[in-house]
C-alpha cells in the first residue's frame, strides 16, 4: 500500500495501529521526492538527515502511546518559514546562504506537536508570483501537466501535497497564494482570518495582508492543522487572543439552513466558462446538501487589484528594505525583476506627492471593500465563487506581462483586503486541469467553511483525484 | 503618467541597469494607468482601513530576556570585524 | 540690518526603560561587547516583529504631561522609510501624525512660552564607528543600541537667542530626570539636538523661506555657540541680499563654526505610512488619568512650594529643586531638623554654603553637626518643666497613645516642647524630661 497517498487522518490511524512507523513513512516521502522533484521542482532544501531524526523520536513518543495528531506526520514548508539552522531562501537569490537564527512560531508548534519537517518548498521569490515562474531556483511544474504553471506564489508547496511529496504543507496568502494554487493543482487550500495565526518568524511580504494557511488532501485535514497553528503569539502584536474553535467537531455538523451568498460579481465575462459552470455545479451541490443560495453584491469587487497592487507594494518596499547585505544575505543588486518592480511601485506610491492620490485613496476604498462584505455577511453566512478566472496556463504564457499576473488575483485578493479567511476546495475540471472552489466567511468564520467544504467532499470525491506521475 | 524609474530607483536604493530602466518604465508605466480607475471611486467621507484587526493597545511589559550571542549575530556575512559589522566608509 | 533670529529644537532622549523599544534586548547599551545586545526584532532578521514597551510609552506621556501637552485619545506607530547601514530595518518606527503628546508649552525664567510641538516615541539606531582596517577606511557597526526607546521633543521656532536654548535644554534635562525617565546624559548621547535655525527682519512675522538645522551638539555649551556662530553667519550672508541655503550642518568643536553637512542627495522623502505590525492606541479618559498620578512634584512646583513652606529665598529653592535628589534631602534634613528646633534655612545655608556631599553625609549627620556648633542657652529647669507639663496637658490624645507604645507620640511631644522653647532647650534633655514625667 502507497502510504503517502493518504489523508493525515487516515494515516494517523496506521501509525497508531503499528501498520507503518514515522521513518518509514518519511522515507516513503524522502523516495519520492528523490524520484520526482527533478521533474517537479517544489522543494529547494530537503532535510532528510533531520527529517529521519524526528521521525525517529516521534515513533518512541508513538511506542509510548502518544497518538497527537500530527506526531511523526511529514510535511513541508514554503521557504518563506524561517527554520532555524536550517537554510531559509524565500525563493530569492537574496537569502540563497541566509541560515536563520530563529525558527518561526508556526515551525515551533509542529516541532512541538511532533510533525516532520521533510524539507523547504520553491515559491515565487519573497512570495511575489501567481505562477511559481517567479523563483531564483526554477519554475514548479504542475503535477497535472508538466508544461503548466501550478499556481503561486506558494507554488512549491502545493504541489508537493498534489503530487504526494508531503503529507501537508505550511504556506503564506497575501493576496491569493495559498487558494489560487490549491485550486490549480486539485487541493484543499485554507488562508486564515489575518491575526488568527502568528506571522512572527515568516519573511514579511506585505504585512496586513500576509495570513499563514496550509495546503492539505482533504478539509479534515485543513481543520486539523489550523488547530495546532492557530492562536495568539506574544511575539505577533497582530495576532488574535480569541479562543480556538474545537474545529473537528463543528465541521461534522450538516449544512442544512445554511445561507450562502454567490457574488454576481464574481461570475461575470472575465470569468472562464469551463470555471464558471465547475463552480456552479459544485454550487448546486451544496443546495442539494441544505444550504440556501442567496444572490449578493460586492459592488467594489473590480477595484481589489488596484488597491492590492498599491496597498501590498508600499509594504513590500518597506519589508524588502532590510536586506542590504550587511548583517545577512547578498546585497540588493539580487534582487529578481518583480521584487524590484514591487519595490519601485511601493515606492511610488508612498512618495512625496503621490501619497493622497494613491496609497491614501486605497486605503479609504479598502474600507469601501471591507463594508461590501460587511454588508453582505448580514445577510448569509458564507459567500461561494471561484478562486481563480481560469484553470492553470502554460508556462511562460503570462510571466512578460506583470500586469496579466496581476489580475490572475482578482477573486483572491478581496479575502486579504478585508482580512476574512477562504478556503479553496477541489470541485472538478476543466480541460483536464483542476479547478477549485472557494469559501469566504465573515473573520473567524474558519469553523463555518470547514463544516462546508468538509460536507462537500462526504458527497464527491474531486479532491481525491490524483495526478498520474511515473515514478 | 509615464513612471521615473530613475528617481524611485534612487529612494528605493536598488541598483538598475539601463536596459531595467527602459523595460520597468514601460511596465511600471502600464500598471500606474490601470490604478487610475482607482480615481473614480467616491471615496469622501471613507475612512481609511491601514488594519484590519480592529486590535488596539498592544504592548508587552518592560521585561529583558536573552538575546542572541555574538557569533550568532555576525554569523551570517563575513564582512565583520572584532564582532562589529564592516561596511565601506560612510564618510569618504 | 537688524534679525530676529528665528530658532526651533528637536531634542531626542533616550528613555531609561530595562528593555528596549520593541524587543526584550536590553537598553543598557553603553560599555557592552558589540552585538551582544541584538535578537531578530533589533537586528531586523527577516520575519521580526515589534511588540511595544508599555512603560517606555507612559514615560513618554509623563514627558509629555509635565510639558503641559495634550494626551490625544488616539495614536499610532508609523514607519519612516530610509537606507543606511546603522538602520537594521530600513525604516525607523516613529510616529508620524498621531504621536503620543501634542501642543504644549515650557514657561522660561522670563515668563516667555516656547511652544512643544509634540512629543512622540520612537526607537534608536545602531551605533557607527569609523575607523582605519587593514589600511583601509570602513564603517563599523554595533547593534547593541538598535531600538533603544527615544522620545523626540519638537518645539515651535519661539527661541530668538541662545540663551533661551540653553535655558530650555537645561529644563528640560531637569524634567526628565525629576521624572526619573532618563539619564539624558549629553556626552553619552543620551540626550541630543538639534536646532534650526533662521532669521527675519526685525518686524516681520512671516517665517523666513529656508532653516539651517545643525547637528553634531553634545553639550550645553556647544549649543549656544553654534547658534550664536549660525545667527552671525546667516546675518552677514543676508546683509549681501543672499539667502542662506536651506541644510544641514554641523558643529564643529575645533575650529568653532559650522560645516556644511549637506550632501547631494535629494531632499529626504521618509515614504511615512502607519506600521502595519503594531495595532493603535485608544486610550480611555481613566488611563490617561492613572498615568498622570504617576507625575511627581516638578521642579518648578517644589521651589515654588521650598518657597513658601520653608521660607527661602528664591535662588536656595532653586539650587536646593536642582535635582530631586537633593530636594529630598534636604526635606529629610528639615524633618529631622525640627525635633532639634533647628530651622529650615539653616539646613538650606548649610547645604548650599559647606557644599554638602549628600552621597556620603546621612541627612540625620548633618543635623548633628549643625547643632554640634551651636551655642544652646539653656532655659531654667523650672521653667522647661512648666512648658513640657502645658504640652502633655495639651495634648492628652498623643499622650494615651505615647502610653500605649506609640514612639512617635513621643517625638511629637519633644516637638511641641521645641517649638515653644524656641531653641532654648536641648532635644535629648527634653526628651528625658518628658519621658520622666509621663511615667
Same mark, same amino acid.
Given at each position: 500500500?502507497?502510504?503517502?497517498?493518504?489523508?493525515?487522518?487516515?494515516?494517523?490511524?496506521?501509525?497508531?495501529?503499528?501498520?507503518?512507523?514515522?521513518?518509514?513513512?518519511?522515507?516513503?516521502?524522502?523516495?519520492?521526492?528523490?524520484?520526482?522533484?527533478?521533474?517537479?521542482?517544489?522543494?529547494?532544501?530537503?532535510?532528510?538527515?533531520?527529517?529521519?531524526?524526528?521521525?525517529?523520536?516521534?515513533?518512541?513518543?508513538?511506542?509510548?502511546?502518544?497518538?497527537?495528531?500530527?506526531?511523526?506526520?511529514?510535511?513541508?514548508?514554503?521557504? +518563506?518559514?524561517?527554520?532555524?539552522?536550517?537554510?531559509?531562501?524565500?525563493?530569492?537569490?537574496?537569502?540563497?546562504?541566509? *541560515?536563520?537564527?530563529?525558527?518561526?512560531?508556526?515551525?515551533?508548534?509542529?516541532?512541538?506537536?511532533?510533525?516532520?519537517?521533510?524539507?523547504?518548498?520553491?515559491?515565487?521569490?519573497?512570495?511575489?508570483?501567481?505562477?511559481?515562474?517567479?523563483?531564483?531556483? $526554477?519554475?514548479?511544474?504542475?503535477?497535472?501537466?508538466?508544461?503548466?504553471?501550478?499556481?503561486?506564489?506558494?507554488?512549491?508547496?502545493?504541489?508537493?501535497?498534489?503530487?504526494?511529496?508531503?503529507? /501537508?504543507?505550511?504556506?503564506?496568502?497575501?493576496?491569493?497564494?495559498?487558494?489560487?494554487?490549491?485550486?490549480?493543482?486539485?487541493?484543499?487550500?485554507?488562508?486564515?482570518?489575518?491575526?488568527?495565526?502568528?506571522?512572527?518568524?515568516?519573511?514579511?511580504?506585505?504585512?496586513?495582508?500576509?495570513?499563514?494557511?496550509?495546503?492539505?488532501?482533504?478539509?479534515?485535514?485543513?481543520?486539523?492543522?489550523?488547530?495546532?497553528?492557530?492562536?495568539?503569539?506574544?511575539?505577533?502584536?497582530?495576532?488574535?487572543?480569541?479562543?480556538?474553535?474545537?474545529?473537528?467537531?463543528?465541521?461534522?455538523?450538516?449544512?442544512?439552513?445554511?445561507?450562502?451568498?454567490?457574488?454576481?460579481?464574481?461570475?461575470?465575462?472575465?470569468?472562464?466558462?469551463?470555471?464558471?459552470?465547475?463552480?456552479?455545479?459544485?454550487?448546486?451541490?451544496?443546495?442539494?446538501?441544505?444550504?440556501?443560495?442567496?444572490?449578493?453584491?460586492?459592488?467594489?469587487?473590480?477595484?481589489?487589484?488596484?488597491?492590492?497592487?498599491? %496597498?501590498?507594494?508600499?509594504?513590500?518596499?518597506?519589508?524588502?528594505?532590510?536586506?542590504?547585505?550587511? =548583517?545577512?544575505?547578498?546585497?540588493?543588486?539580487?534582487?529578481?525583476?518583480?521584487?524590484?518592480?514591487?519595490?519601485?511601485?511601493?515606492?511610488?506610491?508612498?512618495?512625496?506627492?503621490?501619497?493622497?492620490?494613491?496609497?491614501?485613496?486605497?486605503?479609504?476604498?479598502?474600507?469601501?471593500?471591507?463594508?461590501?462584505?460587511?454588508?453582505?455577511?448580514?445577510?448569509?453566512?458564507? *459567500?461561494?465563487?471561484?478562486?481563480?478566472?481560469?484553470?492553470?496556463?502554460?508556462?511562460?504564457?503570462?510571466?512578460?506581462?506583470?500586469?496579466?499576473?496581476?489580475?490572475?488575483?482578482?477573486?483572491?485578493?478581496?479575502?486579504?483586503?478585508?482580512?476574512?479567511?477562504?478556503?479553496?476546495?477541489?470541485?472538478?475540471?476543466?480541460?483536464?486541469?483542476?479547478?477549485?472552489?472557494?469559501?469566504?466567511?465573515?473573520?473567524?468564520?474558519?469553523?463555518?467553511?470547514?463544516?462546508?467544504?468538509?460536507?462537500?467532499?462526504?458527497?464527491?470525491?474531486?479532491?481525491?483525484?490524483?495526478?498520474?506521475?511515473?515514478? | +503618467?509615464?513612471?521615473?524609474?530613475?528617481?524611485?530607483?534612487?529612494?528605493?536604493?536598488?541598483?538598475?541597469? #539601463?536596459?531595467?530602466?527602459?523595460?520597468?518604465?514601460?511596465?511600471?508605466?502600464?500598471?500606474?494607468?490601470?490604478?487610475?480607475?482607482?480615481?473614480?471611486?467616491?471615496?469622501?467621507?471613507?475612512?481609511?482601513?491601514?488594519?484590519?484587526?480592529?486590535?488596539?493597545?498592544?504592548?508587552?511589559?518592560?521585561?529583558?530576556?536573552?538575546? %542572541?550571542?555574538?557569533?550568532?549575530?555576525?554569523?551570517?556575512?563575513?564582512?565583520?570585524?572584532?564582532?562589529? /559589522?564592516?561596511?565601506?566608509?560612510?564618510?569618504? | +540690518?537688524?534679525?530676529?533670529?528665528?530658532?526651533?529644537?528637536?531634542?531626542?532622549?533616550?528613555?531609561?526603560?530595562?528593555?528596549?523599544?520593541?524587543?526584550?534586548?536590553?537598553?543598557?547599551?553603553?560599555?557592552?561587547?558589540?552585538?551582544?545586545?541584538?535578537?531578530?526584532?533589533?537586528?531586523?532578521?527577516?520575519?521580526?516583529?515589534?511588540?511595544?514597551?508599555?512603560?517606555?510609552?507612559?514615560?513618554?506621556?509623563?514627558?509629555?504631561?509635565?510639558?503641559?501637552?495634550?494626551?490625544?485619545?488616539?495614536?499610532?506607530?508609523?514607519?519612516?522609510?530610509?537606507?543606511?547601514?546603522?538602520?537594521?530595518?530600513?525604516?525607523?518606527?516613529?510616529?508620524?501624525?498621531?504621536?503620543?503628546?501634542?501642543?504644549?508649552?515650557?514657561?522660561?525664567?522670563?515668563?516667555?512660552?516656547?511652544?512643544? =510641538?509634540?512629543?512622540?516615541?520612537?526607537?534608536?539606531?545602531?551605533?557607527?564607528?569609523?575607523?582605519?582596517?587593514?589600511?583601509?577606511?570602513?564603517?563599523?557597526?554595533?547593534?547593541?543600541?538598535?531600538?533603544?526607546?527615544?522620545?523626540?521633543?519638537?518645539?515651535?521656532?519661539? /527661541?530668538?537667542?541662545?540663551?533661551?536654548?540653553?535655558?530650555?535644554?537645561?529644563?528640560?534635562?531637569?524634567?526628565?530626570?525629576?521624572?526619573?525617565?532618563?539619564?539624558?546624559?549629553?556626552?553619552? $548621547?543620551?540626550?541630543?539636538?538639534?536646532?534650526?535655525?533662521?532669521?527675519?527682519?526685525? $518686524?516681520?512675522?512671516?517665517?523666513?523661506?529656508?532653516?539651517?538645522?545643525?547637528?553634531?551638539?553634545?553639550?550645553?555649551?556647544?549649543?549656544?555657540?553654534?547658534?550664536?556662530?549660525?545667527?552671525? =553667519?546667516?546675518?552677514?550672508?543676508?546683509?549681501?541680499?543672499?539667502?542662506?541655503?536651506?541644510?544641514?550642518? $554641523?558643529?564643529?568643536?575645533?575650529?568653532?563654526?559650522?560645516?556644511?553637512?549637506?550632501?547631494?542627495?535629494?531632499?529626504?522623502?521618509?515614504?511615512?505610512?502607519?506600521?502595519?505590525?503594531?495595532?493603535?492606541?485608544?486610550?480611555?479618559?481613566?488611563?490617561?488619568?492613572?498615568?498622570?498620578?504617576?507625575?511627581?512634584?516638578?521642579?518648578?512646583?517644589?521651589?515654588?512650594?521650598?518657597?513658601?513652606?520653608?521660607?527661602?529665598?528664591?535662588?536656595?529653592?532653586?539650587?536646593?529643586?536642582? #535635582?530631586?535628589?537633593?530636594?529630598?534631602?534636604?526635606?529629610?534634613?528639615?524633618?529631622?531638623?525640627?525635633?532639634?528646633?533647628?530651622?529650615?534655612?539653616?539646613?538650606?545655608?548649610?547645604?548650599?554654603?559647606?557644599? *554638602?556631599?549628600?552621597?556620603?553625609?546621612?541627612?540625620?549627620?548633618?543635623?548633628?553637626?549643625?547643632?554640634?556648633?551651636?551655642?544652646?542657652? #539653656?532655659?531654667?529647669?523650672?521653667?522647661?518643666?512648666?512648658?513640657?507639663?502645658?504640652? *502633655?496637658?495639651?495634648?492628652?490624645?498623643?499622650?494615651?497613645?505615647?502610653?500605649?507604645?506609640?514612639?512617635?507620640?513621643?517625638?511629637?511631644?519633644?516637638?511641641?516642647? +521645641?517649638?515653644?522653647?524656641?531653641?532654648?532647650?536641648?532635644?535629648?534633655?527634653?526628651?528625658?524630661?518628658?519621658?520622666?514625667?509621663?511615667?
Amino acid at each position: 500500500m502507497d502510504f503517502t497517498r493518504l489523508t493525515i487522518a487516515q494515516v494517523r490511524k496506521k501509525l497508531d495501529r503499528k501498520e507503518i512507523s514515522s521513518v518509514e513513512l518519511t522515507k516513503a516521502y524522502l523516495e519520492r521526492i528523490g524520484k520526482l522533484d527533478r521533474k517537479l521542482n517544489a522543494y529547494i532544501t530537503v532535510t532528510e538527515k533531520e527529517a529521519l531524526h524526528t521521525a525517529k523520536k516521534a515513533d518512541e513518543k508513538i511506542a509510548q502511546g502518544d497518538a497527537s495528531p500530527l506526531l511523526g506526520i511529514p510535511f513541508s514548508a514554503k521557504d +518563506m518559514y524561517l527554520t532555524k539552522g536550517i537554510r531559509t531562501t524565500a525563493g530569492s537569490k537574496v537569502l540563497e546562504n541566509y *541560515i536563520p537564527q530563529y525558527s518561526a512560531t508556526v515551525l515551533e508548534k509542529m516541532e512541538h506537536a511532533g510533525a516532520v519537517l521533510v524539507g523547504k518548498n520553491n515559491q515565487d521569490a519573497w512570495a511575489h508570483g501567481a505562477s511559481g515562474e517567479h523563483s531564483d531556483f $526554477g519554475p514548479t511544474k504542475n503535477p497535472w501537466n508538466l508544461a503548466y504553471i501550478p499556481g503561486g506564489s506558494s507554488s512549491g508547496p502545493a504541489v508537493s501535497v498534489a503530487a504526494d511529496l508531503a503529507s /501537508f504543507a505550511i504556506a503564506t496568502d497575501t493576496g491569493g497564494s495559498i487558494r489560487q494554487p490549491a485550486s490549480l493543482c486539485g487541493i484543499t487550500g485554507l488562508k486564515p482570518t489575518y491575526g488568527r495565526v502568528s506571522r512572527y518568524g515568516v519573511v514579511a511580504m506585505a504585512s496586513s495582508f500576509d495570513t499563514m494557511g496550509h495546503f492539505t488532501r482533504s478539509v479534515e485535514d485543513s481543520a486539523l492543522i489550523l488547530s495546532v497553528t492557530a492562536g495568539y503569539d506574544e511575539h505577533d502584536a497582530t495576532s488574535s487572543e480569541k479562543p480556538v474553535p474545537h474545529y473537528a467537531s463543528e465541521l461534522k455538523k450538516n449544512i442544512k439552513g445554511l445561507k450562502i451568498g454567490m457574488p454576481k460579481e464574481y461570475f461575470t465575462s472575465g470569468l472562464d466558462s469551463n470555471v464558471s459552470k465547475t463552480v456552479k455545479t459544485a454550487m448546486h451541490k451544496l443546495e442539494e446538501l441544505g444550504a440556501e443560495i442567496i444572490p449578493i453584491s460586492l459592488p467594489h469587487t473590480q477595484y481589489g487589484v488596484g488597491v492590492y497592487y498599491i %496597498l501590498q507594494t508600499a509594504e513590500v518596499s518597506s519589508n524588502l528594505a532590510r536586506y542590504d547585505g550587511i =548583517r545577512y544575505g547578498n546585497n540588493r543588486e539580487t534582487f529578481g525583476d518583480e521584487a524590484k518592480r514591487r519595490i519601485m511601485l511601493g515606492t511610488f506610491v508612498l512618495a512625496h506627492g503621490y501619497y493622497d492620490a494613491y496609497y491614501k485613496r486605497a486605503m479609504k476604498i479598502r474600507t469601501l471593500i471591507r463594508q461590501d462584505f460587511d454588508i453582505a455577511f448580514r445577510k448569509v453566512d458564507a *459567500i461561494a465563487c471561484p478562486v481563480s478566472p481560469t484553470p492553470a496556463w502554460k508556462i511562460g504564457e503570462k510571466v512578460s506581462d506583470p500586469l496579466a499576473m496581476y489580475l490572475a488575483d482578482i477573486f483572491t485578493v478581496t479575502a486579504n483586503i478585508a482580512g476574512i479567511p477562504g478556503l479553496a476546495i477541489p470541485a472538478g475540471f476543466a480541460m483536464g486541469m483542476p479547478v477549485g472552489m472557494q469559501l469566504l466567511g465573515p473573520q473567524f468564520s474558519e469553523d463555518i467553511l470547514f463544516r462546508i467544504g468538509h460536507q462537500y467532499q462526504l458527497t464527491t470525491d474531486w479532491h481525491t483525484r490524483k495526478p498520474d506521475l511515473p515514478v | +503618467m509615464k513612471f521615473d524609474v530613475i528617481h524611485i530607483a534612487k529612494l528605493a536604493n536598488l541598483p538598475l541597469t #539601463e536596459k531595467e530602466v527602459t523595460t520597468f518604465e514601460e511596465q511600471l508605466s502600464g500598471i500606474l494607468e490601470y490604478v487610475t480607475e482607482l480615481q473614480t471611486v467616491d471615496v469622501s467621507d471613507v475612512g481609511e482601513t491601514a488594519q484590519v484587526t480592529g486590535l488596539t493597545n498592544r504592548s508587552r511589559s518592560d521585561r529583558v530576556e536573552d538575546s %542572541l550571542s555574538q557569533e550568532e549575530v555576525t554569523s551570517q556575512t563575513s564582512c565583520t570585524y572584532n564582532g562589529l /559589522f564592516k561596511v565601506k566608509a560612510i564618510f569618504a | +540690518m537688524y534679525y530676529q533670529p528665528v530658532i526651533g529644537l528637536e531634542v531626542h532622549v533616550e528613555l531609561k526603560t530595562k528593555s528596549k523599544m520593541f524587543c526584550t534586548c536590553s537598553a543598557i547599551y553603553f560599555g557592552q561587547k558589540p552585538n551582544t545586545q541584538t535578537c531578530p526584532v533589533c537586528l531586523g532578521l527577516p520575519g521580526a516583529l515589534p511588540v511595544p514597551n508599555k512603560q517606555a510609552i507612559e514615560w513618554c506621556m509623563l514627558i509629555g504631561m509635565s510639558l503641559h501637552c495634550e494626551i490625544p485619545f488616539l495614536a499610532k506607530f508609523d514607519r519612516k522609510n530610509y537606507f543606511y547601514p546603522d538602520l537594521a530595518k530600513g525604516y525607523q518606527i516613529s510616529q508620524y501624525d498621531e504621536p503620543f503628546c501634542q501642543s504644549g508649552y515650557m514657561v522660561l525664567s522670563s515668563g516667555k512660552r516656547i511652544g512643544i =510641538r509634540r512629543a512622540h516615541m520612537e526607537e534608536d539606531t545602531g551605533k557607527l564607528l569609523h575607523e582605519t582596517v587593514d589600511g583601509k577606511k570602513v564603517s563599523l557597526i554595533d547593534f547593541n543600541r538598535s531600538g533603544v526607546p527615544l522620545v523626540e521633543i519638537v518645539t515651535e521656532p519661539h /527661541f530668538t537667542n541662545a540663551v533661551e536654548v540653553k535655558e530650555y535644554l537645561q529644563k528640560l534635562q531637569q524634567i526628565v530626570r525629576y521624572l526619573a525617565v532618563a539619564n539624558a546624559d549629553m556626552e553619552k $548621547g543620551e540626550m541630543r539636538l538639534e536646532p534650526n535655525i533662521s532669521l527675519r527682519k526685525m $518686524g516681520e512675522t512671516e517665517l523666513p523661506g529656508y532653516k539651517v538645522e545643525v547637528k553634531n551638539i553634545n553639550s550645553f555649551s556647544f549649543v549656544e555657540k553654534a547658534i550664536t556662530f549660525e545667527i552671525a =553667519r546667516q546675518a552677514k550672508l543676508l546683509d549681501t541680499d543672499t539667502l542662506p541655503v536651506q541644510e544641514t550642518r $554641523g558643529w564643529d568643536e575645533d575650529q568653532k563654526l559650522t560645516v556644511s553637512q549637506r550632501n547631494k542627495e535629494e531632499a529626504a522623502d521618509y515614504r511615512y505610512f502607519p506600521e502595519p505590525d503594531i495595532p493603535p492606541f485608544v486610550w480611555e479618559k481613566t488611563y490617561i488619568e492613572q498615568v498622570r498620578k504617576q507625575l511627581p512634584e516638578l521642579p518648578e512646583a517644589k521651589q515654588k512650594r521650598f518657597n513658601a513652606t520653608y521660607s527661602l529665598p528664591g535662588y536656595n529653592a532653586e539650587i536646593l529643586t536642582r #535635582e530631586r535628589t537633593v530636594a529630598d534631602y534636604f526635606e529629610e534634613a528639615v524633618k529631622i531638623g525640627k525635633i532639634h528646633a533647628i530651622e529650615a534655612k539653616k539646613i538650606a545655608n548649610w547645604m548650599i554654603n559647606k557644599k *554638602i556631599d549628600i552621597e556620603t553625609v546621612l541627612p540625620a549627620t548633618l543635623i548633628k553637626e549643625i547643632k554640634s556648633v551651636e551655642v544652646v542657652e #539653656e532655659l531654667p529647669e523650672d521653667t522647661l518643666k512648666k512648658i513640657i507639663n502645658n504640652v *502633655i496637658d495639651s495634648h492628652g490624645k498623643v499622650v494615651t497613645d505615647y502610653r500605649n507604645g506609640k514612639e512617635n507620640a513621643l517625638m511629637f511631644l519633644v516637638g511641641q516642647v +521645641m517649638k515653644e522653647v524656641k531653641g532654648k532647650a536641648k532635644a535629648e534633655t527634653v526628651r528625658e524630661a518628658l519621658i520622666n514625667l509621663l511615667k
